[in-house]
């Protein structure tokens, strides 16, 4: 790594819908001046396409602009996609990071950008929205999260890296995910990292 990447900290944007818990390991991990990527990103903006979403609270008291882009507020989604997109493209970012965002990006959308994403399974096993729970209806011993690129696919990105845990006895699908997103805290800091280190 060059003097110049240490120096300038790299943009990222964040696309997120929800409470935003996972995310916040990557706001602390900024903040914190003993924080793994304290100074080599920055978050350039955190955009929601939900007006009550958590991640937007979590954002703003971490000192990180937001947006909100409603697609309730578009006559059509391409024009809210267009929308989206011409925000993203302001800051020209590094690396934009899909944290919990519930809409599906065109193909045109993800091959513009680079976005990562963290999902709760091993993909390629149990894609979509419902991944804990298919696992558990699947009988597996075995689950975890993947951190990985996204493409025009539903969960078919590249993966950059997995963590893995096992399932406990009749644990509760509530249960299993709370478990899973620690590991996502975790993936999503050190694969950013990973991702910085190795000059990509």
């Known amino acids: 790594m060059s003097d110049d990447q240490s120096k300038t900290p790299r943009s990222v944007v964040l696309l997120a819908s929800g409470a935003g818990s996972v995310a916040q390991s990557l706001f602390d991990s900024v903040t914190d001046r003993a924080g793994a990527l304290h100074g080599k990103i ?3 903006e955190v955009i929601s396409d939900n007006p009550r979403a958590g991640i937007l609270e979590r954002a703003a008291k971490s000192g990180f602009p937001t947006r909100v882009i409603a ?3 578009y006559a059509a989604r391409a024009a809210w996609e267009e929308e989206l997109a011409a925000q993203v493209a302001k800051h020209d970012p590094w ?3 899909s944290a919990g965002f519930m809409k599906i990006l065109s193909p045109n959308f993800v091959n513009r950008f680079r976005i990562i994403n963290t999902h709760p399974s091993l993909l390629p096993s149990f894609p ?3 991944a804990v729970r298919d696992a558990l209806a699947a009988g597996v011993h075995e689950t975890g999260c993947t ?3 996204v493409d025009s696919g539903v969960d078919t990105g590249q993966i950059i890296a ?3 845990l096992e399932v406990l006895f009749q644990e509760s699908e509530e249960q299993l995910h709370e478990r899973i997103k620690v590991l996502e ?3 999503l800091v050190t694969g950013i990292l990973g991702l910085f280190q190795g000059g990509n």
Do not use: A, C, K, N
Request: charged share 25%; proline share 0%.
């Open 185 to 187: 805290r975790e993936l």
């Open 71 to 73: 697609f309730s507020e």
């Open 128 to 130: 979509g929205s419902h």
């Open 95 to 97: 690396l934009v990071v």
């Open 162 to 164: 997995q963590r893995r």
């Open 147 to 149: 951190l990985h690129f």
């Open 42 to 44: 920055t978050i350039t």
